[in-house]
Nanobody, 114 residues
Framework: QVQLVESGGGLVQTGGSLRLSCVAS????????MGWYRQTPGKQREMVAT?????SANYLDSVKGRFTISNAKNTIYLQMNNLKPDDTAIYFC??????????WGQGTQVTVSS
């Protein structure tokens, strides 16, 4: 089992910044991929950014140049700059090792006011 605990969400004005953190604990192994997904009511959860334990990152096109994902030991971060109202969502941390099960955090709300 892997437990994921997120923090760092909140309310910010357009153009502002937030930093999300996610700490993974339990049976966490190298070679994993972790990331951030987001979801709004009535829409499917979408990938925002992922990072392998080796540091290879991938981003949703609409956040490229504004968001940066990074990792350190069993923690990942999402630095979000120049936030827009369309970034408003619940952000979920994700962990998977190879073809193993998906693990999700409880989610943290990010609200960007116009």
């Amino acid at each position: 089992q892997v437990q994921l605990v997120e923090s760092g969400g909140g309310l910010v004005q357009t153009g502002g910044s937030l930093r999300l953190s996610c700490v993974a604990s339990g049976r966490v192994f190298s070679g994993n991929i972790m990331g951030w997904y987001r979801q709004t009511p009535g829409k499917q959860r979408e990938m925002v950014a992922t990072i392998t334990s080796g540091g290879s990152a991938n981003y949703l096109d609409s956040v490229k140049g504004r968001f940066t994902i990074s990792n350190a030991k069993n923690t990942i971060y999402l630095q979000m700059n120049n936030l827009k109202p369309d970034d408003t969502a619940i952000y979920f941390c994700h962990y998977r090792l190879g073809y193993g099960p998906d693990y999700w955090g409880q989610g943290t709300q990010v609200t960007v006011s116009s």
